[in-house]
């Protein structure tokens, strides 16, 4: 039986991975069909995308994970660092789309293939770093932690939810929702 907090770690991939994906087909369905974007659209997933990892998703693995995998898998070390690397890389990386996605807005079609080009190479790069910790570091994990370090981390993600405003995770949730929504009617 899977632990809760991979669970979690698992649905909170699955929802990035979903505002990803209808990211790139919002952008795609622009090109295809000749009609103007829908900026607040665009910018409300780039919103979720910045929002969600940098409170929730990332301090989980950073702060709660990483650290008792680094303890009890030393060997584990340099693939936990890069991708701590990348957690911190990725509020950047979303400036930069917001940024471009901005110069397009104001610029024109000039600046479109400059946001698609930024968007996929962020999307390839953030589905490979959730493919890393779901194929190689929590199986890793699996192995290495004790049902009390799983119960003491389920506990922990848990208090940090707690913390986190109801108001806040609730706003995440119904952008989540509004995001996936307007997807499948696409």
């Not at 290495?144 to 208090?159: I, K, Q």
Request: aromatic share 8%.
């Amino acid at each position: 039986m899977q632990p809760p907090a991979i669970t979690l770690i698992k649905q909170e991939h699955q929802a990035l991975t979903t505002v990803l994906r209808a990211l790139r087909q919002s952008v795609k369905r622009v090109g295809k069909s000749g009609q103007p974007p829908d900026f607040d659209g665009l910018r409300a997933m780039l919103f979720y995308l910045d929002e969600m990892p940098a409170r929730v998703h990332h301090a989980n693995e950073s702060e709660l994970l990483f650290p008792r995998i680094y303890e009890r898998c030393p060997a584990l070390r340099p693939v936990l660092d890069r991708l701590q690397a990348e957690h911190s890389r990725g509020e950047s990386a979303v400036r930069e789309l917001e940024h471009a996605l901005t110069g397009w807005q104001i610029m024109g079609n000039e600046r479109r293939e400059a946001f698609e080009l930024l968007l996929h190479a962020y999307s390839e790069d953030y589905l490979g770093h959730m493919e890393v910790e779901e194929s190689y570091v929590l199986p890793v994990a699996m192995d290495y932690l004790s049902p009390a370090d799983w119960s003491e981390l389920g506990a922990a993600f848990t208090r940090q939810r707690g913390a986190l405003a109801e108001s806040i995770a609730r706003g995440h949730r119904e952008l989540f929702e509004r995001i996936a929504s307007n997807q499948s009617l696409s």
